[in-house]
């Protein structure tokens, strides 16, 4: 198994601001993915982060608005640029062991 | 036609009920299974996981996987109050890669 923690657990931010999330997992892992989990709507994968390579977005996310780190093998973050209400969502990391596991989320509020 | 497709409900059920849940999808390729609860404003909770076609029991929960059919379930014996969540299947190819996830379905037992 894996545990994964998330900072900040939740935010609210202004309009035009930019937000850093962290995930830590308590192991190292290859790979680390990031999902936006918007209002009343499941979990969307935004991206892919492999250690030492770039992020791999998926269709409709751009490196621009969400850009990633992953410096080592046991973290990660994501940045959200440019914030507008729109981007109020849950965003969590997760990890894959025997199974996915996630972290908590990060519960962000743009006025 | 979506990769994971799930019945979004809302289901409401008298408390000592049978639940059935269920997703079909239409990769052949998936071969890891999971089932996540989450409750309002939290992120998800692995319930249970399987790997290929077979069933898996854990207490009151049972999950089944049809592979020929490319379709899952997940059983709720005996549901309880505390039950009441949303309930979101997703799979992937591998324990590892990205896992794609159903649009969930909202439970609700009532006491």
């Known amino acids: 198994s894996a545990v994964i923690s998330q900072k900040p657990s939740r935010d609210i931010c202004q309009r035009g601001t930019s937000l850093t999330i962290q995930c830590q997992v308590d192991?190292?892992?290859?790979?680390m993915f990031w999902y936006r989990q918007q209002p009343g709507q499941s979990l969307t994968l935004i991206a892919t982060?492999?250690?030492?390579?770039?992020?791999?977005?998926e269709s409709g996310f751009v490196i621009d608005k969400f850009p990633i780190s992953r410096p080592n093998l046991t973290f990660s973050t994501l940045t959200v640029s440019n914030m507008s209400p729109e981007d109020s969502s849950i965003y969590l990391c997760s990890v894959g062991s025997d199974t996915q596991y996630f972290g908590p989320g990060t519960r962000l509020t743009v006025l | 036609q979506k990769e994971v497709e799930q019945d979004p409900g809302p289901l409401s059920v008298p408390e000592g009920a049978i639940v059935s849940l269920n997703c079909t999808y239409s990769n052949s390729a998936f071969q890891y299974f999971m089932w996540y609860r989450q409750y309002s404003r939290k992120g998800p909770e692995l319930l249970m996981y399987?790997?290929?076609?077979g069933n898996k029991e854990d207490g009151r929960f049972t999950a089944q996987v049809d592979k020929s059919s490319k379709y899952i379930s997940l059983f709720i014996r005996d549901s309880q109050p505390s039950d009441s969540a949303t309930y979101l299947c997703?799979?992937?190819?591998?324990?590892?890669?990205?896992?794609?996830f159903g649009p969930g379905t909202s439970l609700s037992v009532i006491p």
């Open positions: 997703a799979m992937s190819r591998t324990s590892y890669d990205k896992v794609i």
């Open positions: 982060a492999n250690q030492g390579s770039e992020a791999t977005y």
């Open positions: 192991s190292q892992v290859t790979m």
């Open positions: 399987t790997y290929s076609s």
